[in-house]
T-cell receptor, first 116, second 111 residues
Protein backbone atom coordinates (compact mmCIF):
# COMPACT_ATOMS: atom_id res chain seq x y z
CA UNK A 1 0.00 0.00 0.00
CA UNK A 2 1.11 3.50 -0.74
CA UNK A 3 1.99 5.86 2.08
CA UNK A 4 2.60 9.59 2.09
CA UNK A 5 4.67 11.32 4.77
CA UNK A 6 4.80 15.01 5.55
CA UNK A 7 7.48 15.49 8.18
CA UNK A 8 6.72 19.12 9.05
CA UNK A 9 3.51 19.44 11.11
CA UNK A 10 3.81 23.22 11.23
CA UNK A 11 5.81 25.90 9.45
CA UNK A 12 5.83 29.66 9.35
CA UNK A 13 7.21 32.19 6.90
CA UNK A 14 7.33 35.94 6.59
CA UNK A 15 5.23 37.60 3.94
CA UNK A 16 7.06 37.89 0.59
CA UNK A 17 9.58 35.19 1.49
CA UNK A 18 9.91 31.68 0.09
CA UNK A 19 9.01 28.48 1.90
CA UNK A 20 9.36 24.81 1.00
CA UNK A 21 7.08 22.06 2.28
CA UNK A 22 8.38 18.50 2.25
CA UNK A 23 6.63 15.32 1.17
CA UNK A 24 7.91 11.80 0.69
CA UNK A 25 5.98 8.77 -0.46
CA UNK A 26 6.39 5.07 -0.74
CA UNK A 27 5.22 3.09 -3.75
CA UNK A 28 6.31 0.32 -6.04
CA UNK A 29 4.33 1.81 -8.93
CA UNK A 30 6.01 3.48 -11.87
CA UNK A 31 3.03 5.42 -13.18
CA UNK A 32 1.22 7.68 -10.74
CA UNK A 33 0.21 11.24 -9.95
CA UNK A 34 1.13 13.50 -7.07
CA UNK A 35 -0.81 16.47 -5.81
CA UNK A 36 -0.63 19.32 -3.37
CA UNK A 37 -3.93 20.47 -1.91
CA UNK A 38 -4.50 23.59 0.15
CA UNK A 39 -7.11 23.75 2.90
CA UNK A 40 -7.62 27.32 4.20
CA UNK A 41 -9.58 28.07 7.37
CA UNK A 42 -12.80 27.72 5.37
CA UNK A 43 -11.83 24.03 5.07
CA UNK A 44 -12.50 23.94 1.34
CA UNK A 45 -9.94 21.66 -0.32
CA UNK A 46 -8.28 23.44 -3.23
CA UNK A 47 -5.96 21.80 -5.73
CA UNK A 48 -2.69 23.72 -5.87
CA UNK A 49 -0.58 21.70 -8.28
CA UNK A 50 -0.22 18.25 -9.77
CA UNK A 51 2.66 16.24 -11.15
CA UNK A 52 2.61 13.23 -13.45
CA UNK A 53 5.33 10.76 -12.52
CA UNK A 54 6.26 10.12 -16.14
CA UNK A 55 7.08 13.80 -16.66
CA UNK A 56 10.57 14.79 -15.64
CA UNK A 57 9.80 18.49 -15.78
CA UNK A 58 8.69 19.94 -12.48
CA UNK A 59 5.20 21.42 -12.46
CA UNK A 60 4.68 25.11 -11.79
CA UNK A 61 1.57 27.20 -11.17
CA UNK A 62 2.33 30.88 -10.74
CA UNK A 63 4.04 31.23 -7.33
CA UNK A 64 3.83 27.50 -6.65
CA UNK A 65 6.35 24.97 -7.94
CA UNK A 66 7.41 21.48 -7.05
CA UNK A 67 10.68 19.63 -6.83
CA UNK A 68 9.88 16.11 -7.95
CA UNK A 69 12.63 13.57 -7.33
CA UNK A 70 11.24 10.25 -8.53
CA UNK A 71 14.16 8.07 -7.48
CA UNK A 72 14.15 9.57 -4.00
CA UNK A 73 10.32 9.49 -3.90
CA UNK A 74 10.27 13.09 -2.85
CA UNK A 75 7.76 15.77 -3.85
CA UNK A 76 8.31 19.13 -2.18
CA UNK A 77 6.24 22.29 -2.71
CA UNK A 78 7.89 25.69 -2.98
CA UNK A 79 5.82 28.80 -2.42
CA UNK A 80 7.50 31.98 -3.62
CA UNK A 81 6.57 35.51 -2.57
CA UNK A 82 4.37 34.17 0.23
CA UNK A 83 1.11 35.99 0.79
CA UNK A 84 -1.16 36.16 3.83
CA UNK A 85 -3.76 34.22 1.86
CA UNK A 86 -1.37 31.28 1.63
CA UNK A 87 -2.00 30.57 5.32
CA UNK A 88 -3.58 27.11 5.30
CA UNK A 89 -3.09 23.41 5.80
CA UNK A 90 -1.25 21.83 2.90
CA UNK A 91 -1.72 18.20 2.03
CA UNK A 92 0.42 16.08 -0.22
CA UNK A 93 -1.44 13.27 -1.97
CA UNK A 94 -0.66 10.24 -4.15
CA UNK A 95 -2.86 8.67 -6.80
CA UNK A 96 -2.43 5.55 -8.89
CA UNK A 97 -4.40 5.50 -12.16
CA UNK A 98 -7.14 2.87 -12.05
CA UNK A 99 -9.34 3.60 -15.03
CA UNK A 100 -11.82 5.94 -13.37
CA UNK A 101 -11.98 5.12 -9.66
CA UNK A 102 -8.67 6.54 -8.58
CA UNK A 103 -8.20 6.95 -4.86
CA UNK A 104 -6.13 9.64 -3.21
CA UNK A 105 -3.78 8.75 -0.38
CA UNK A 106 -3.05 11.78 1.77
CA UNK A 107 -0.29 12.80 4.10
CA UNK A 108 -1.19 14.24 7.48
CA UNK A 109 -0.61 17.79 6.37
CA UNK A 110 1.56 20.79 7.15
CA UNK A 111 0.06 23.85 8.76
CA UNK A 112 1.59 26.91 7.13
CA UNK A 113 1.31 30.35 8.68
CA UNK A 114 2.34 33.43 6.73
CA UNK A 115 3.24 36.28 9.07
CA UNK A 116 2.90 39.96 8.10
CA UNK B 1 -22.08 27.01 -11.71
CA UNK B 2 -20.76 23.45 -11.68
CA UNK B 3 -19.65 22.03 -8.40
CA UNK B 4 -20.25 19.82 -5.41
CA UNK B 5 -22.65 20.70 -2.65
CA UNK B 6 -22.78 19.20 0.79
CA UNK B 7 -25.48 19.88 3.29
CA UNK B 8 -25.76 20.82 6.00
CA UNK B 9 -22.52 22.59 6.89
CA UNK B 10 -22.92 21.70 10.57
CA UNK B 11 -24.84 18.71 11.91
CA UNK B 12 -25.53 17.70 15.49
CA UNK B 13 -26.85 14.34 16.61
CA UNK B 14 -27.30 12.37 19.75
CA UNK B 15 -25.33 9.22 20.27
CA UNK B 16 -27.15 6.16 19.00
CA UNK B 17 -28.86 7.90 16.11
CA UNK B 18 -28.12 7.29 12.47
CA UNK B 19 -27.46 10.41 10.40
CA UNK B 20 -27.23 10.93 6.63
CA UNK B 21 -24.90 13.45 5.02
CA UNK B 22 -25.82 14.76 1.61
CA UNK B 23 -23.50 15.11 -1.38
CA UNK B 24 -24.68 16.33 -4.79
CA UNK B 25 -22.62 17.16 -7.89
CA UNK B 26 -23.56 18.66 -11.23
CA UNK B 27 -20.18 18.08 -12.88
CA UNK B 28 -21.38 14.93 -14.65
CA UNK B 29 -18.60 12.98 -12.96
CA UNK B 30 -18.83 9.22 -12.69
CA UNK B 31 -16.67 8.64 -9.62
CA UNK B 32 -17.55 9.99 -6.19
CA UNK B 33 -15.82 9.66 -2.82
CA UNK B 34 -16.33 10.20 0.88
CA UNK B 35 -13.43 11.16 3.15
CA UNK B 36 -13.18 11.70 6.85
CA UNK B 37 -10.84 14.30 8.37
CA UNK B 38 -9.79 14.36 12.02
CA UNK B 39 -7.50 16.90 13.70
CA UNK B 40 -3.85 16.18 12.94
CA UNK B 41 -4.81 13.61 10.34
CA UNK B 42 -4.95 13.69 6.60
CA UNK B 43 -8.09 12.68 4.78
CA UNK B 44 -9.03 9.03 5.03
CA UNK B 45 -11.24 7.29 2.48
CA UNK B 46 -14.54 5.89 3.72
CA UNK B 47 -16.33 4.75 0.53
CA UNK B 48 -16.13 5.41 -3.17
CA UNK B 49 -18.33 4.78 -6.17
CA UNK B 50 -17.26 4.51 -9.77
CA UNK B 51 -20.74 4.24 -11.31
CA UNK B 52 -24.40 4.24 -10.33
CA UNK B 53 -25.48 1.32 -8.15
CA UNK B 54 -21.90 0.34 -7.43
CA UNK B 55 -19.63 1.31 -4.54
CA UNK B 56 -16.60 -0.04 -2.69
CA UNK B 57 -15.30 0.23 0.83
CA UNK B 58 -12.36 2.46 1.50
CA UNK B 59 -9.91 2.26 4.36
CA UNK B 60 -12.30 3.10 7.20
CA UNK B 61 -15.76 1.87 6.09
CA UNK B 62 -16.85 0.28 9.36
CA UNK B 63 -19.90 2.02 10.82
CA UNK B 64 -20.76 3.79 7.55
CA UNK B 65 -23.02 3.01 4.61
CA UNK B 66 -23.63 4.65 1.23
CA UNK B 67 -25.92 4.46 -1.77
CA UNK B 68 -25.54 5.56 -5.38
CA UNK B 69 -28.97 5.55 -6.99
CA UNK B 70 -28.28 8.58 -9.16
CA UNK B 71 -25.10 9.78 -10.83
CA UNK B 72 -25.44 13.16 -9.14
CA UNK B 73 -25.92 11.95 -5.58
CA UNK B 74 -23.81 9.94 -3.14
CA UNK B 75 -25.24 10.17 0.40
CA UNK B 76 -23.31 8.87 3.38
CA UNK B 77 -25.03 7.39 6.44
CA UNK B 78 -23.15 7.41 9.70
CA UNK B 79 -24.66 4.61 11.72
CA UNK B 80 -24.78 4.11 15.46
CA UNK B 81 -22.13 1.42 14.99
CA UNK B 82 -19.50 4.05 14.20
CA UNK B 83 -17.63 4.37 17.47
CA UNK B 84 -16.24 7.84 17.00
CA UNK B 85 -18.41 9.68 14.45
CA UNK B 86 -17.54 13.26 15.36
CA UNK B 87 -15.41 14.52 12.47
CA UNK B 88 -15.30 16.64 9.35
CA UNK B 89 -16.64 14.83 6.28
CA UNK B 90 -15.66 15.70 2.73
CA UNK B 91 -17.25 14.51 -0.48
CA UNK B 92 -15.35 14.55 -3.77
CA UNK B 93 -15.80 13.61 -7.40
CA UNK B 94 -13.42 12.67 -10.18
CA UNK B 95 -14.08 13.60 -13.78
CA UNK B 96 -11.57 11.22 -15.28
CA UNK B 97 -8.66 13.62 -15.53
CA UNK B 98 -7.12 12.31 -12.30
CA UNK B 99 -8.15 15.40 -10.36
CA UNK B 100 -10.60 15.21 -7.51
CA UNK B 101 -12.91 18.10 -6.80
CA UNK B 102 -14.12 18.58 -3.25
CA UNK B 103 -17.29 19.85 -1.67
CA UNK B 104 -17.26 22.34 1.22
CA UNK B 105 -17.62 19.60 3.85
CA UNK B 106 -19.96 18.79 6.74
CA UNK B 107 -18.90 19.05 10.37
CA UNK B 108 -20.71 16.30 12.31
CA UNK B 109 -20.84 16.45 16.08
CA UNK B 110 -22.29 13.55 18.03
CA UNK B 111 -22.88 13.94 21.76
Amino acid sequence: AQTVTQSQPEMSVQEAETVTLSCTYDTSENNYYLFWYKQPPSRQMILVIRQEAYKQQNATENRFSVNFQKAAKSFSLKISDSQLGDTAMYFCAFMKPRGGSEKLVFGKGTKLTVNP
Amino acid sequence: DGGITQSPKYLFRKEGQNVTLSCEQNLNHDAMYWYRQDPGQGLRLIYYSQIVNDFQKGDIAEGYSVSREKKESFPLTVTSAQKNPTAFYLCASNGGNYEQYFGPGTRLTVT
